[in-house]
Nanobody, 123 residues
Framework: QVQLVESGGGLVQAGGSLRLSCAAS????????MGWFRQAPGKEREFVAA????????NYADSVKGRFTISRDNAKSTVYLQMNSLKPEDTAVYYC????????????????WGQGTQVTVSS
């Protein structure tokens, strides 16, 4: 089992920045691809970004490319999502997720999920 705990969400004005963190425990963090997903009210959960277990490869949704950056610190068993130039449409609950030794961008491919952290961007 892998336990994931997100933090760093909050209320920010449009154009502002937030940094989300996701701390993992329970298994060897360095063999898990880590992903960030988000879900807005009334919408399906959508992919935001993912980073390979080694940190060598990352992928982003088109809607966040150039604004969001995913990174990881395997020594701290933590993955981050730096969000800049935030827009009201970025408002959602953000979830981190983990899958072992595969690169994945679909929610159904991930095995472990955090409880989510709310991000609200005001206009």
């Amino acid at each position: 089992q892998v336990q994931l705990v997100e933090s760093g969400g909050g209320l920010v004005q449009a154009g502002g920045s937030l940094r989300l963190s996701c701390a993992a425990s329970g298994r060897t963090f360095s063999v898990y691809t880590m992903g960030w997903f988000r879900q807005a009210p009334g919408k399906e959960r959508e992919f935001v970004a993912a980073i390979k277990w080694s940190g060598s490869t990352s992928n982003y949704a088109d809607s966040v490319k150039g604004r969001f950056t995913i990174s990881r610190d395997n020594a701290k068993s933590t993955v981050y999502l730096q969000m800049n130039s935030l827009k009201p449409e970025d408002t959602a609950v953000y979830y981190c997720a983990a899958v072992r030794l595969r690169v994945a961008m679909n929610a159904y491919e991930y095995d472990y999920w955090g409880q989510g952290t709310q991000v609200t961007v005001s206009s």
